[in-house]
């Protein structure tokens, strides 16, 4: 395959393209599986891109992990996605996972935003799948999980938090809840883990955003939408927490988000080859679209940093 | 001063999860500054907060918050860095030169309980206290603060944010600074329909820090100089997108009064371009930010009340710098004494400055009834020293906060401070010429001091001491006598003193980027323009600028509703702000009905931003000569000129005619909400080196209109004392404004006159 990634068009052929050249075999093994997952890449309707896109890929370094999370009824109404996707991501979550999933498709009752989405990676060859449900604004969360009481209530370390989905990965029966947070600072994140049990590393995180931004962090954690998630091992203890922003609101545009990311990676001796092209400049030098940023603290005090980016420039193609 | 490539993290507390910054001084190798952070004051063993809840429902408030926090350096975090750093021998204090405080806070609750930025300014002496109150809408909202006090666990979810300005010499890189205003303008149009983004006033600085680096507007470029740690650079960048982030909130501030009816104050800056070289003086800002406590069982019954009625709740504050030269204070203690019918006793309090402890107090009186927010206060200053005491009139007063500052007491500092003026090389001296509108009577006269060194080796203070109440407004002109024998002046507009320290900075004269920029507002499809050609040319006669010419020729913006913005015409020039200006020739063609009309020697003042275009209006210039002024009697002439608009604030055409009528009349918001914002003009009494030009206002008038209306009010002050106003001026035929030598006396002061005139005049 001939691939000079500036000059070919955005869209799902585009980034399939971008992949498969770099890693042979990964294009054709993992574009029929997002195909699956997907019908309808070419999209521009859905809602999991702020563009439309109704795909979006995700980095995860030092590993350089790359995942999809997919849209499987891009333009359909939520509780229809949401069938669509427990059809494609239920089959080979635990019974415990099932369950959840259940009681979530039971609160929101067909209404919610967009309902649900799929994720999908290939670790080693082999496709692993994750279910994303909704939780709509009208759940009872709060009891539900330990995290519930963590991040809700009056007095707590992040006030205004509110649970907007969960993540339930087939390979290690994790579920993983994500929440809406207010502008946090470093100090509360501290709380926050250390009540979660998980290592209190607070210059940690501000030193691996500093490292990213190129600005310290003084005062709260950038970005005026922000998110955290927390995953839950089947025993129910925290195994990792993750905190987000948009990438807009730490880097600005999409091109400069790319440059941060690859300066900090080239430091770091992280893989950047795949994400390089694959969000390489398209004709009209517009970059793909970037969403979340993230950085993740593990139980063992690991830290691993994430973004996720469309297939196609901010408001779609220019073409 | 410190040493900004000498900072060191310390950590301390349990875990060493805390840490601090510390730096060594320049001189003094065993003395060391460390940042500080804000915690809750206590004051006799007490926290210094409060938190009532009103039983009766009153419609708008349902309790009220009060507390004062301070900056301090913990104890055990001085005792870690001294373990590590062993040559510490004593700590210094820095010098704050300017400071702001924040509280915001967003709860859970039914719809997400929101309790707005609380701005506040503390104080620049002893613990830099700032006190905050706020109004607590519902009981829902008080229930939630009760619970995030009293929680058990940890510290409070409530936050507190300072950002202190401390000067520093930039030893360790170079800064350049970048501002494109135009890609602001397109990113606020794009989110315009989503938030409220820059056009809060008084959440102006918190909007830019949002949105300035998302947009991609601001850029920030750091080069380290030689050996210069990763931590410093990173420091240094910080620093950069802080004074970034200062400068276009200033802009956007600014161009409040240039933003005509419904313009959005974005869409008239200007891109600007600064670079800060190795060794200039700055202003080292950074935020420091700490949690509120919570608190135990004990203590909590002694801070959380429920009464009946709201009460009337008032917090006094001292704000400023208090201090004269040699640090003396400038008055011994004020004396504040409310009046309120529900509280008939002890209701006299002093403030003391200086004092941490004194230096604020929170006025409460019984509710009773209905709520009436209307009280009367008023204070006496104790000047010391044998200066009789100034006891100030009844204030009426609603506000919940009154800010006492230096000019309240008739009390005004203003310090300038070389930042990176080549003296020696190719500057000699700053002259600096310093006006103040004395008050009542008093001889008003311009004080002229020179600056011959950079930072605080050289800096230059103007005092005075009027001990009556004074305006917060000064002007002042800056004369660059260079080696050559030439004459740099520049004299930036009126400044309104800060809330809390003046200082100006005083800068490089040489040419530097500036820019002008034009932009077409197309109001509706069919209309717009469908062809701007104008050739442009720039003029600082003041300065003895080289003329410097542009073209924009056939630019055809795109008839898509909202702001377009042609190509930037940048070029090296050092304007001076009061003269500078552009001469403008050519043609547009109006979209609607193909209309042309041709663009004849229309003088844009530089200070006014980009020429602002818009498709239902044409744009004149008056110009505004003062070379007639009888400078022997008079010191200072200041100008307003605006015009009236109308309900969707588009300039009027047929407004009511309305003259004679008091510039102090538009302090009422709906009397101004039927005018622009005024543009104002201060002539100074000329000096060496300083040119008699003439000054310029833009005009717009409706294309659909006959006449050209605008309003203006001149005032003289008065070398003797006292101010005269300018008459009725006649303006035919040419749109020229003779200010004359000196008006009659018994002119009253601030009276606004009215000119008309019929476009088939001119």
Sequence with gaps: MTTTCPGRPPGFDGSVARLGATEPGIGPAWEDELRVVCPRPDSSSSRLCANGDPIEFAFVWPAGELRATCDPAPGAAPGARLERARAAGEGRLSVRQRAAVTRLADWAGGAGRYGGWVGSRLTAGQVTRKLYVEIVDAAPWQDWWPTGRLLWSPGSAVPASLAVMAGLDEVDGTLEVYFRVPRIHPDTLCELLSRAGLPPHRRALTAELARLTGQAVRGYLPGRDQGLSIVLAPDGHARALTWYTHAGMLFGPPARARAAYLAAGRRAGWPMETYARLTAADADQATPDHGLAGVRIDRDGGLASSITCGLRPPGGSRR | ?762
């Excluded at chain 2, 003094?28 to 429902?57: C, D, G, H």
């Excluded at chain 2, 944010?161 to 170079?174: D, H, I, N, P, S």
């Excluded at chain 2, 930042?419 to 006006?435: M, R, S």
């Design chain 2, 1 to 762: 001063m410190f040493d900004l490539t000498t900072a060191r993290e310390i950590a301390y507390g349990p875990g060493g999860e805390l840490s601090v910054r510390v730096f060594r001084d320049r001189t003094e190798k065993n003395i060391w500054y460390m940042e500080p952070a804000p915690r809750l004051r206590i004051q006799n063993s007490q926290p210094v907060f409060s938190l009532t809840r009103y039983l009766s429902n009153d419609s708008e408030v349902a309790g009220v918050l009060t507390f004062d926090v301070e900056l301090h350096a913990p104890q055990d975090a001085k005792l870690a860095a001294e373990r590590e750093i062993p040559e510490i021998e004593a700590w210094g204090d820095f010098t704050w030169v300017s400071g702001d405080a924040f509280f915001d806070q967003t709860f859970p609750g039914p719809g997400g309980v929101m309790v707005p930025l609380v701005t506040q300014t503390p104080s620049l002496f002893g613990s830099n206290v700032a006190s905050f109150q706020v109004a607590v809408a519902t009981p829902e909202e008080v229930a939630t603060f009760v619970a995030a006090f009293t929680t058990p666990g940890g510290v409070s979810p409530c936050r507190v944010e300072y950002q202190m300005g401390v000067l520093t010499q930039l030893l360790a890189a170079e800064a350049r600074v970048v501002y494109k205003a135009d890609v602001a303008i397109d990113y606020e149009r794009t989110y315009a329909t989503k938030k409220d983004t820059w056009g809060n006033r008084k959440s102006v600085l918190v909007g830019v820090k949002q949105t300035l680096k998302e947009s991609g507007a601001g850029d920030v470029r750091v080069t380290p100089g030689a050996g210069v740690s990763d931590e410093i650079k990173q420091m240094v960048t910080d620093w950069a997108w802080t004074t970034l982030e200062n400068q276009v909130a200033a802009a956007v501030d600014a161009a409040r009064a240039l933003a005509q009816g419904n313009q959005s104050p974005v869409s008239v800056t200007s891109d600007f371009t600064r670079t800060y070289s190795e060794d200039a003086i700055v202003e080292w800002s950074t935020p420091v930010s700490a949690n509120l406590p919570r608190f135990d069982d004990a203590t909590w019954p002694r801070l959380y009340r429920e009464v009946d009625n709201r009460e009337l709740v008032v917090t006094f504050a001292l704000a400023g710098d208090l201090y004269g030269p040699d640090d003396v204070d400038l008055f011994e203690y004020v004396t504040v004494e409310v009046r309120y019918p529900t509280r008939t006793t002890d209701n006299t309090f002093q403030l003391i400055p200086g004092d941490d402890d004194a230096v604020s107090k929170t006025y409460v009186a019984p509710g009773g009834g209905t709520f009436d927010p209307n009280y009367e206060y008023r204070y006496t200053v104790q000047f010391g020293g044998g200066t009789p005491a100034y006891e100030s009139a009844w204030i009426s007063e609603t506000a919940t906060l009154v800010v006492l500052r230096p000019s309240d007491f008739g009390i005004r500092n203003v310090t300038f401070l070389g930042q990176n003026v080549p003296f020696g090389t190719t500057v000699e001296k700053v002259l600096i010429d310093f006006f103040e509108v004395p008050p009542g009577d008093l001889p008003s006269k311009m004080q002229v001091k020179e600056m011959t060194a950079n930072g605080e080796a050289g800096q230059v203070s103007f005092s005075s001491a009027y001990h009556v109440p004074i305006t917060n407004i000064y002007n002042y002109r800056l004369r660059y006598l260079l080696k050559t024998g030439t004459t740099v002046v520049y004299q930036p507009g009126q400044q309104f003193g800060s809330a809390n320290a003046d200082l100006v900075m005083v800068l490089d004269p040489a040419p530097s980027l500036a820019n002008m920029a034009v932009r077409g507002l197309v109001s509706a499809k069919k209309k717009g323009f469908l062809d701007v050609s104008l050739h442009a040319s720039y003029y600082d006669v003041q300065n003895s600028a080289h003329e410097l010419t542009h073209r924009w020729t056939g630019w055809n913006p795109p008839r898509k509703v909202g702001i377009q913005s042609a190509e930037t015409w940048y070029f090296d020039a050092q304007p001076d702000p009061e003269t500078a200006y552009f001469d403008l020739s050519g043609q547009i063609v109006y979209g609607e009905g193909m209309l042309l009309l041709p663009v004849n020697g229309l003088k844009l003042p530089y200070k006014n931003g980009p020429l602002f275009l818009s498709d239902t209006e044409e744009l004149l210039s008056v110009e505004i000569f003062s070379d007639a002024i009888d400078w022997e009697a008079v010191t200072l002439v200041t100008l307003n000129l605006f015009q009236a608009v109308d309900e969707a604030g588009e300039i009027a055409a047929g407004e009511a005619p309305k003259t004679g009528f008091a510039l102090a009349e538009l302090d009422d918001p709906e009397v101004a909400a039927g005018f622009t914002q005024p543009i104002a003009y201060s002539v100074l009494k000329p000096a060496d080196g300083v040119k008699r030009l003439p000054s310029f206002y833009t005009l717009r008038r409706p294309i659909s209109s006959e006449k050209i209306v605008f309003y203006y009010n001149g005032d003289y002050v008065l070398a003797t004392g006292g101010a005269v106003a300018v008459d009725e001026t006649a303006v035919t035929g040419k749109l020229q404004l003779h200010l004359p030598p000196l008006p009659p006396a018994g002119g009253g002061r601030g009276i606004v006159h009215r000119v008309e005139i019929p476009v088939a005049s001119l």
